[in-house]
């Protein structure tokens, strides 16, 4: 592991962390710069699995609304359809709207018309009834702005 003492090896994680350097540096004064890097080494944490941080994140950051927006994503391919499939993509799902991205202008126009969308907003619904979507959007690919 490369740390920020060794001469000639940068390592960017230590740039911001002052604290480290500090401590590296009064380490130093005491036990010399070879010996101080070993010092602050011996009583850092042990490593965890990364298994077990992403746990965390995971029941941290999902809630039960994005787990069900996530398999909406995962499933989408399947959900619309072919043809549809190749010209369009989920951009996002927020407050019972579902806003898909569109790659070509026949589809899209085709798409908007009433039938067809309630038709893909039924193939939506029927695949995730627990998200009770309302609406779809259709909107040009790459025109979707997060508000």
Known sequence: MAY?????VYDPKFK?????????????????????????????EEARP????????????????????????ENWQQIIGPPLNQFTALAAVKENKVFVEVKHPAFLMELRKKNNDQAVLKKITQACPELEITEIVFVPAGQYRPD
């Open 50 to 73: 990364l298994a077990d941080s992403l746990d965390e994140v995971i029941d941290r950051y999902l809630t039960g609304s994005s787990m069900k927006n996530f398999a909406l994503q």
């Open 4 to 8: 920020r003492h060794h001469p000639g």
């Open 16 to 44: 911001n962390n002052a604290d480290r350097r500090e401590l590296e540096d009064l380490m130093s004064e005491w036990y010399g710069s070879r010996v101080a890097a070993l010092e602050i080494t011996k009583r850092t």
